[in-house]
């Protein structure tokens, strides 16, 4: 995380517009998903191709984290984390049990979710000087998140796999919607 956009956050006369506040939250409860369901897939995958995806984006989810928590003191983070992060474990397991191909679409889905989001969100600060490098970080977030979420099939997923792959997608696209709310 850049220096200055830790310092612009942090200074008592600057409070960053409720908007972004909401934005930031919804990023970071996205993340915060993220990592959950990789950490279910990690708990019970035994394939090394989904193994080696999930700590990748494990991985990437975790430092997207800490940025944002840098950025968004504990009081303005949504309050859904703990129960969602559970739901996300079990959305990440579940499929790992089932085949490699379920648990590799269901990591690519919650990934395509999180890219999707700071899409919109970098869609927002475009033009606004004041938060260029706030859109940067994003957009470094953004691309590493892309490429996490590259799945490389493991074993192809069947139709039930991808039925879940679509329920983690927009499960994860609805629990940011409530994370910038709640």
Same mark, same amino acid.
């Given at each position: 995380? /850049?220096?200055?956009?830790?310092?612009?956050? /942090?200074?008592?006369?600057?409070?960053? +517009?409720?908007?972004?506040?909401?934005? #930031?939250?919804?990023?970071?409860?996205?993340?915060?998903? /993220?990592?959950?369901?990789? *950490?279910?897939?990690?708990?019970?995958?035994?394939?090394?191709?989904? %193994?080696?995806?999930?700590?990748?984006?494990?991985?990437?989810? &975790? =430092?997207?984290? &800490?940025?944002?928590? =840098?950025?968004? +003191? +504990?009081?303005?983070?949504?309050?859904?984390?703990?129960?969602?992060?559970?739901?996300?474990?079990?959305?990440?397991?579940?499929?790992?049990?089932?085949?490699?191909?379920?648990?590799?679409?269901?990591?690519?889905?919650?990934?395509?979710?999180?890219?999707?989001?700071? *899409?919109?969100? %970098?869609?927002? #600060?475009?033009?606004? &000087?004041?938060? =260029?490098?706030?859109?940067?970080? #994003?957009?470094?977030?953004?691309?590493?998140?892309?490429?996490?979420?590259?799945?490389?099939?493991? &074993?192809?997923?069947?139709?039930?796999?991808?039925?879940?792959?679509?329920?983690?997608?927009?499960?994860?696209?609805?629990?940011?919607?409530?994370?910038?709310? %709640?």
């Amino acid at each position: 995380m /850049s220096g200055a956009m830790e310092e612009r956050v /942090s200074t008592p006369d600057y409070a960053p +517009p409720a908007w972004l506040v909401a934005e #930031l939250r919804a990023a970071h409860a996205g993340e915060a998903g /993220s990592a959950a369901l990789c *950490r279910g897939i990690l708990a019970v995958a035994r394939n090394a191709v989904v %193994i080696d995806g999930a700590r990748r984006q494990c991985r990437a989810a &975790d =430092s997207h984290m &800490d940025m944002l928590e =840098s950025m968004l +003191p +504990p009081g303005v983070r949504s309050r859904l984390l703990l129960f969602c992060g559970g739901v996300a474990w079990l959305a990440g397991a579940l499929p790992a049990l089932a085949s490699a191909g379920a648990a590799q679409a269901a990591r690519g889905a919650a990934a395509g979710a999180v890219e999707r989001c700071y *899409r919109t969100q %970098i869609g927002r #600060l475009h033009g606004a &000087d004041a938060h =260029s490098v706030l859109g940067a970080t #994003l957009e470094h977030c953004r691309e590493e998140t892309a490429i996490c979420g590259k799945v490389v099939e493991a &074993d192809p997923a069947g139709l039930v796999a991808r039925r879940w792959a679509g329920l983690v997608g927009a499960s994860t696209a609805a629990a940011m919607a409530l994370a910038r709310r %709640i």
